[in-house]
């Protein structure tokens, strides 16, 4: 009697416990991307506005540095050009990674230097070690984004609610820490700085980052007008071709393949009529 009892409270503690350490956040808002579906492509000149927005205001935070300049030209990314089937060769790759400074070390000296990057060259972690990162973030160390998109459920359509969530309209009776945000679309426990009922309490979590968007932040160079909805959107795109580069590759493999297994079992069927067209069954 007595193990049954305290099996049972295990499992009642046990089935508890989830409940108790379940983080809630409101749901991704309902986004379209041009990438959805089975037949889905990327937009170049979306993921050209999305490098803009990304090195014009992510980059000086969040590093990605598992994507190389060259990634830039391959084909499906942001500036491939059939001109150039070999991206180290494309002279916007080249311009755009010559625009950093990489860190190396002086062949002859041995001392640190910086020098124009090439298109070999992956992009530069703005802060030398993830120490400074925090020091310079109130404690909280930016992620690479280079897998972000795929590392955070809900994947593009996480990043463009996180980064349009409005941390203005904090509810009543929420008190958010100095140097904190207050976001819905982040998971989180609110309960902490939450003063109103108990029974009520807020969905979403506190992030470091200060919302990073606005209207007008980036001027897009095909003229496509820069509202806040627009830069989320075009930079989410980019993130997500940056976590997965050959998704178009992959695609029309996959679209060949079932052509090819479609019309070999039209050639099986047809086979196995003519051998046994007649003989009795």
Known sequence: ?????????????????????ATTQVAPKDVHWSFEGPFGMYDQAQLQRGYKVYREVCSSCHSMNMVAFRNLGDQGGPFWSPKY????????VKAIAADYQIPDIDGDTGEAIKRPGTSADYFPNPYPNPTAGKAANGGALPPDMSLLAKAREGGPAYIYSIVTGDDANIPAGLVVPPGKHYDPYIAGDMSPYWKGDPNHVPRGGVIAMPPPLGPGKVQFDDGTPSSLQQEAWDVSAFLEWAADPKMEERKQVGLAAMIFLVLFSGLLWVTYRGVWRDVEH
């Open 85 to 92: 089937p070999n991206p180290n060769e494309n002279p916007v």
């Open 1 to 21: 009697m007595a193990f049954r009892l305290t099996l049972a409270a295990a499992l009642a503690c046990g089935l508890a416990m989830p409940a108790l350490a």
